[in-house]
């Protein structure tokens, strides 16, 4: 049994729910599933492995893992998210923590942590359950992990205020946000406690839990804050081109931290 608990605000906003469709409901959710995907379909090292979804939630990654032919282990800190999980065809789920894995070493052969770094506002903790997931897998495996730019929150802003959207949050907090990283939604619907993190930071991250060199992509990239990325997301040829311009810029080191989303990636 994990020693660790965790945030209470944190949990609340999960047992909400909001999050289980928040990848298939809007465009800027698809988009990020999709790039995702794609991602991770093209890191993986091989096919019919076992993989370990750090803080998988209900299973949005590891249901697609298991229909490619994965064998998936799910762990969530969120009990009500490990049970719809476990329904999951080809997915077991188990609750815990990503700070202290139940598993021996080389367990598996990739980890994915697509949500606790940036929920573990300590520089420490997030150490550490990148090392925890390195320590789970077998030579010649991934970790990859997902992190929030520290520029999402102002870009947010910015793309809310042109839309006329109700921004959630003010122009004062998202240039707080946008120098420090620290985001504390405790009554707000948008999100929940977070960290925003410089792509720099979670490489040296990934150093200091024995990941030296990892490789980093932007996921949805500058074009995920574009306003009429519902209408390009669904128009085929549009679509596409999104598509294979993201691949082309995915790993350009002057645009990474220009998207919502970042993927790291290190082979063990």
């Known amino acids: 049994m994990s020693t660790w608990e965790l945030e209470t605000e944190i949990e609340a906003y999960y047992e909400r729910g909001g999050e289980r469709e928040r990848l298939t409901r809007s465009a800027r959710g698809r988009l990020e599933f999709a790039r995702m995907q794609d991602l991770l379909r093209r890191k993986l090292p ?12 209900t299973g949005i990654h590891a249901e697609w ?40 070493d080389a367990s598996f052969d990739a980890v994915l942590l697509m949500g606790p770094l940036y929920h573990l506002t300590d520089r420490e903790h997030r150490v550490q359950a990148i090392a925890e997931a390195a ?8 970790v990859a992990a997902a992190t929030i730019n520290r520029s999402s929150g102002w870009c947010d802003w910015l793309l809310f205020q042109s ?16 120098r420090e990283g620290d985001l504390r939604f405790y009554e707000q619907d948008m ?15 990934f150093a200091d839990a024995g990941l030296p060199g990892a490789a980093q992509y932007a996921v949805q990239g500058f074009p995920g804050y574009l306003p009429e990325l519902e209408r390009l997301i669904d128009e085929p040829e549009a679509g596409k081109h999104l598509m294979d311009g993201l691949r082309v810029i995915e790993a350009e080191s002057s645009l990474l931290g220009a998207s919502n989303h970042l993927l790291t990636v290190a082979n063990v």
């Open 191 to 205: 999100f929940t406690t977070a960290y925003l993190s410089h792509p720099g930071e979670v490489a040296s991250e």
């Open 65 to 104: 893992l298991a229909r490619d032919g994965h064998r998936v282990t799910l762990i969530d800190p969120v009990a009500s998210q490990v049970a719809v999980a476990a329904e999951l065809p080809g997915v077991t789920a188990v609750v815990g923590d990503a700070r202290e894995l139940p598993w021996d």
């Open 135 to 142: 320590r789970c897998t077998r030579p010649g495996g991934v």
């Open 163 to 178: 839309n006329d959207i109700d921004r959630k949050i003010s122009a004062e907090d998202s240039l707080r946000i946008l």
């Open 46 to 57: 091989g096919e019919a492995l076992d993989v370990l979804d750090v803080g998988g939630a």
